[in-house]
């Protein structure tokens, strides 16, 4: 089949279903933000999956649910024995999400089978679009836990019997409440020839550098570490200084260092502390504890092993200068994901081709495609997130930005269904 | 009258009163401590009120109560004209409180008057045991609130409208409540002749040296400050380090600073970070904002005013290198108070002749006795706390270090009583 270089989507249609979709779970904001609250296996989550589904049924897809709720819709190919080109990403969001974090892989992809409904056109390979289940890990830990287990990494009864964050609801019971636990085995009896997800960035760079296509080279790996300090309680004003043993001490001097360390590796680092809880938390006595989160990514593992010691032996070091106790605890880890070349290449050359400006850069997040990419080749297409802002009603990206990264990921996907 | 240096307490009593009064509001820890939690104002607050002015009474005292709650017990003295000698202390605690912590003060007064009555001692002037109203601050901001009005550094119609931190009601309408918003005028129309305080030392100094009388010289000044530092909210994995504004960042910088600055002073600085928030405390969101406390305090105006300014512009030149917003407010500032040189003398000589080691030393704490400085000759005898604790519930003093206090108080009573 020739003329396919020419095939668009349909902008306004994309822009539509998002708007339908995040309005299931919407969150209005002061400034007329609009984000959504979707968070995995919630009635508002099943909402929405039922309002896919239904759009999934009227393009006439065949569509399959496994055993952790993951969905696959398929538009056949001429060849009934060809692996499928699959695209996707995921429906749920954080507790104060936008409506574009993965919500746009999933409609994006819908988007691009009833382009090709629409122009009579027969691929070679299967199309399939699939929403993965609690890609965020918000309410069940760990994130890209549907996907996980699609390709295998986590074992189905151990992600069924995850408790809920919120109200303590095991997953499996959650699955079946919706009506999500479908009879499809997992892991996937058969993987995908490719698969392609379009994302936005989450992050300022492609805005900051004027970009509109980030050609996605793999996912950081992340460290996730929690660092519990004890040191003793005691009256702020009475209690000389070579008497104490103050945990907030400790913490603000290791969290100092953190942050020098990391500016000293430059970039693709980072580390940030988020979260940091004391006790009791008054003014005027010093703490007798303090439970600090580390969050350190790096492309590069040996990078990240290496600033993890670093950062974990000051974290040892400042505790034992200051008499205090310290743990620390992991609460996740994932090594960095190399993305198949092939696939980073044709991104890159179809977005080229089609008049964008382009970047190489690692995804900062973590995102269904690199599990993805254990099975099959893979890489992803970012397009910018206006004033970097993700996880936030704020979340936003334009209309001929998501066009643009559509239409690059409709070409990807063909240049792959008619091999 | 002559005699009057072998007179001595009975600690017994004493610590019985004590047990009573700590059963109400009682908190008991796993470990067989055993606190109070008596907040200003509250029904365990009226409680331990109408205990002590039931031992008041039976003592036979001439009960007042001022508009301000303050309540003042007056055993009459030989010359109707002359100036009273006081003790006092205050019997509110805060929410994780020991038994001791200004309780002490207040039944070692009684213990004093009792110990005259069954002697059959007949001082010239009064003799005065007082409480005042919301020492702690736990509930109602400032702390030594009472005290301030009796002794007019603080208008009572401005004491009254406080706000409670827990529950809103206002100060003066919670007086009301548990009946005791007294007919007597603040600020007092005479004051004492002199005052005198028996406290626990709250902090570790006498224990770790093996002294059992503190000669309290004065009290340190006290700045008290809540800091803000506002930045942008992002995505831990997708914002690369030169674009953040992290408040986290900018705190941990000019904490560890504070902890530096207050090591290189040397005693009797001290620096404490005891309170701090994060918002919203995510592991893999840089935080929006930060809220956190600097407790400054220091016997030296000079030097207080000095690391007050060097911390306070840390602060502003980290968080404008970090592109945040910052806002400091103060929320208590008192200077250092330096007691009466021949009260400082009369207690180490009193002490000292009662066969105790002694040491001076400022006091790290508020007191209401402080207050009373203002107004009149004024001292304070500490006595150790065990592992240098307060405002815990495993506050402790031993009944010896207690008797020892309590002899040295009357004594240092009874030498001016007979002036």
Request: hydrophobic letters at 45%; a negative charge; glycine letters at 10%.
């Given at each position: 089949?020739?003329?396919?270089?020419?095939?668009?989507?349909?902008?306004?249609?994309?822009?539509?279903?998002?708007?339908?979709?995040?309005?299931?779970?919407?969150?209005?904001?002061?400034?007329?933000?609009?984000?959504?609250?979707?968070?995995?296996?919630?009635?508002?989550?099943?909402?929405?999956?039922?309002?896919?589904?239904?759009?999934?049924?009227?393009?006439?897809?065949?569509?399959?649910?496994?055993?952790?709720?993951?969905?696959?819709?398929?538009?056949?190919?001429?060849?009934?024995?060809?692996?499928?080109?699959?695209?996707?990403?995921?429906?749920?969001?954080?507790?104060?999400?936008g409506?574009f974090d993965?919500?746009?892989?999933?409609?994006?992809?819908?988007?691009?089978?009833?382009?090709?409904?629409?122009?009579?056109?027969?691929?070679?390979?299967?199309?399939?679009?699939?929403?993965?289940?609690?890609?965020?890990?918000?309410?069940?830990?760990?994130?890209?836990?549907?996907?996980?287990?699609?390709?295998?990494?986590?074992?189905?009864?151990?992600?069924?019997?995850?408790?809920?964050?919120?109200?303590?609801?095991?997953?499996?019971?959650?699955?079946?409440?919706?009506?999500?636990?479908?009879?499809?085995?997992?892991?996937?009896?058969?993987?995908?020839?490719?698969?392609?997800?379009?994302?936005?960035?989450?992050?300022?760079?492609?805005?900051?550098?004027?970009?509109?296509?980030?050609?996605?080279?793999?996912?950081?790996?992340?460290?996730?570490?929690?660092?519990?300090?004890?040191?003793?309680?005691?009256?702020?004003?009475?209690?000389?200084?070579?008497?104490?043993?103050?945990?907030?001490?400790?913490?603000?001097?290791?969290?100092?260092?953190?942050?020098?360390?990391?500016?000293?590796?430059?970039?693709?680092?980072?580390?940030?502390?988020?979260?940091?809880?004391?006790?009791?938390?008054?003014?005027?006595?010093?703490?007798?504890?303090?439970?600090?989160?580390?969050?350190?990514?790096?492309?590069?593992?040996?990078?990240?092993?290496?600033?993890?010691?670093?950062?974990?032996?000051?974290?040892?070091?400042?505790?034992?200068?200051?008499?205090?106790?310290?743990?620390?605890?992991?609460?996740?880890?994932?090594?960095?994901?190399?993305?198949?070349?092939?696939?980073?290449?044709?991104?890159?050359?179809?977005?080229?081709?089609?008049?964008?400006?382009?970047?190489?850069?690692?995804?900062?997040?973590?995102?269904?495609?690199?599990?993805?990419?254990?099975?099959?080749?893979?890489?992803?297409?970012?397009?910018?997130?206006?004033?970097?802002l993700s996880?936030n009603?704020a979340e936003y990206?334009?209309?001929?930005?998501?066009?643009?990264?559509?239409?690059?990921?409709?070409?990807?996907?063909?240049?792959?269904?008619?091999?």
């Amino acid at each position: 089949m020739g003329g396919w270089h020419d095939l668009r989507i349909d902008g306004d249609r994309l822009c539509q279903r998002l708007e339908a979709l995040g309005e299931i779970g919407a969150v209005h904001g002061p400034n007329g933000e609009r984000g959504c609250a979707r968070l995995a296996l919630t009635d508002e989550d099943r909402q929405g999956r039922d309002l896919v589904v239904s759009w999934m049924a009227d393009l006439g897809l065949a569509i399959s649910m496994d055993a952790i709720g993951n969905v696959v819709a398929t538009r056949s190919g001429s060849d009934p024995t060809a692996a499928a080109v699959m695209v996707g990403s995921h429906i749920d969001t954080v507790r104060t999400g936008g409506r574009f974090d993965g919500n746009l892989g999933v409609l994006c992809g819908l988007e691009i089978i009833e382009t090709l409904d629409q122009h009579d056109v027969v691929t070679r390979r299967p199309v399939q679009v699939a929403f993965f289940t609690d890609e965020e890990g918000a309410r069940f830990a760990p994130d890209m836990l549907g996907s996980q287990v699609y390709v295998g990494a986590l074992a189905v009864e151990e992600a069924l019997d995850v408790l809920a964050a919120d109200n303590g609801a095991r997953l499996g019971d959650e699955l079946n409440r919706i009506g999500y636990a479908g009879p499809t085995p997992v892991p996937a009896a058969s993987f995908p020839h490719c698969y392609a997800e379009l994302h936005i960035e989450q992050g300022p760079v492609l805005e900051q550098e004027g970009i509109t296509i980030g050609v996605v080279t793999g996912v950081q790996g992340i460290s996730w570490t929690e660092v519990t300090i004890v040191g003793q309680s005691a009256h702020a004003g009475t209690t000389p200084m070579h008497l104490r043993h103050d945990p907030m001490a400790v913490a603000a001097r290791a969290i100092h260092e953190l942050r020098l360390v990391a500016g000293y590796l430059g970039a693709p680092q980072v580390a940030t502390v988020g979260s940091l809880t004391l006790v009791p938390n008054l003014i005027n006595v010093i703490p007798s504890s303090v439970v600090f989160t580390i969050d350190l990514r790096n492309t590069n593992e040996a990078i990240l092993e290496g600033i993890e010691a670093q950062v974990f032996a000051a974290c040892r070091a400042y505790a034992s200068d200051e008499g205090c106790q310290i743990s620390m605890r992991t609460l996740a880890r994932f090594e960095p994901v190399e993305f198949d070349d092939d696939m980073i290449d044709l991104v890159e050359a179809t977005a080229q081709r089609l008049g964008h400006s382009t970047r190489r850069m690692p995804s900062g997040a973590g995102h269904d495609a690199q599990m993805l990419a254990r099975v099959c080749p893979t890489s992803m297409v970012f397009v910018p997130s206006v004033n970097g802002l993700s996880h936030n009603i704020a979340e936003y990206t334009t209309p001929a930005d998501i066009e643009a990264g559509a239409n690059v990921l409709l070409q990807v996907v063909l240049a792959h269904a008619f091999e």
